[in-house]
C-alpha cells in the first residue's frame, strides 16, 4: 500500500488475476515460512511445494493451515504429477491432491517423454475438478536446441483451450532451462514471440527466479505481470521491483 504522495505503478488487490507473485517452497523450515507468510500475505498470491518436496514435508498440514489462514493459494509441483504419472498412478495422485484440499494443480510434461497433445487431455480431466496451471518447456537446458520457438505458442493454445487457468513458463528454481539456456541467459527470441503472439498476458505466469530475470519480465509486460518460482526471501524484493522502488526498474510509472 502506498502511504505517501509518490506516483508509482497500480497493483490490483487481491484476489487478483494478473500481478500475482508465486513463491516456491523447496523445503523451507516451517518458523521461516509462516514468518513469511504472515507478514507479507498481501503481496503472495501462490505457493508452490517444488518438485516433489510435499511427500517428504514432515509439516505439510501446518504449512497449508497457515496459507489457508492467509488467503494464499497453494499447488504441488508438475514433476510430482509426473512421477505418479509414469508409475499409471493418476488417481493415486487424485486422491492426494484431494486429501490436501487442493484446489489447483500443475500438470507438466517437462521431465518424462509426454507430448503436449497427451498432457491436454490430463488438463481437460483434471479441470473438471480442479483449476490447472499447466507448465510448457523441457527441464533438460540442452532441449530447446532441437525447438522451434513457435512451437511454445502452439503449446500454450493447446493447453488454454483444454482448459488451464494460466500457462506456467518454465524456468527452473535454477532459471537455467525452458525460457532460459544452460548459461542462465534468457531466450529473448523466444519471450518476445511469446509477447507479441496476441495471447492474453494475464494467462501466462513466467517463472523468474532471480532478479535479473524479474527485472526483465516487469519492463518488457509491466509491474502486473505474473511471476512464479519466486524464493521466500525475494517477496519484498520482487515487490518494489513491481513499484519502480529500486534502480533496475526505476522509471516505471
Given at each position: ?32 515460512f ?58 493415486e ?22 507430448t ?5 487431455h ?45 500457462v ?21 527470441d ?30 518488457k ?11 521466500f ?12 522502488l529500486?534502480?533496475?526498474?526505476f522509471?516505471?510509472?
Amino acid at each position: 500500500m502506498n502511504k505517501t504522495q509518490l506516483m508509482l505503478p497500480k497493483r490490483e488487490e487481491k484476489p487478483r488475476s494478473h500481478g500475482i507473485t508465486a513463491l516456491i517452497d523447496n523445503g523451507i523450515p516451517l518458523s521461516s515460512f509462516i514468518d513469511t507468510i504472515s507478514s507479507a500475505s498481501g503481496l503472495i498470491d501462490f505457493v508452490k511445494f517444488g518438485w516433489g518436496t510435499s511427500l517428504i514435508t514432515k509439516q505439510l498440514e501446518q504449512k497449508i493451515e497457515c496459507l489457508k489462514a492467509n488467503d494464499v493459494h497453494f499447488f504441488f509441483g508438475g514433476t510430482l504429477f509426473e512421477k505418479f504419472l509414469s508409475q499409471g498412478r493418476i488417481e493415486e495422485y487424485y486422491t492426494y491432491c484431494r486429501h490436501y484440499g487442493c484446489k489447483y494443480v500443475e500438470i507438466s510434461n517437462g521431465t518424462m517423454a509426454l507430448t503436449n497433445k497427451d498432457k491436454a487431455h490430463f488438463i481437460n480431466d483434471f479441470s473438471k475438478e480442479f483449476f490447472v496451471f499447466s507448465e510448457v518447456g523441457n527441464k533438460d537446458s540442452n532441449h530447446h536446441k532441437n525447438e522451434d520457438i513457435s512451437q511454445w505458442i502452439e503449446w500454450i493454445e493447446e493447453d488454454l483451450e483444454a482448459g488451464a487457468k494460466k500457462v506456467i513458463t518454465e524456468a527452473r528454481e535454477s532459471g537455467t532451462s525452458g525460457v532460459c539456456s544452460s548459461n542462465g541467459e534468457l531466450r529473448l527470441d523466444l519471450i518476445d514471440c511469446i509477447l507479441s503472439s496476441g495471447i492474453d498476458l494475464q494467462s501466462i505466469i513466467f517463472e523468474a527466479p532471480n532478479k535479473k530475470m524479474q527485472t526483465i519480465f516487469i519492463k518488457k509486460v509491466g509491474s502486473n505481470v505474473n511471476l512464479a518460482n519466486i524464493a521466500f526471501a525475494d517477496t519484498i524484493s520482487v515487490e518494489t521491483l513491481r513499484l519502480g522502488l529500486r534502480s533496475d526498474t526505476f522509471d516505471l510509472l
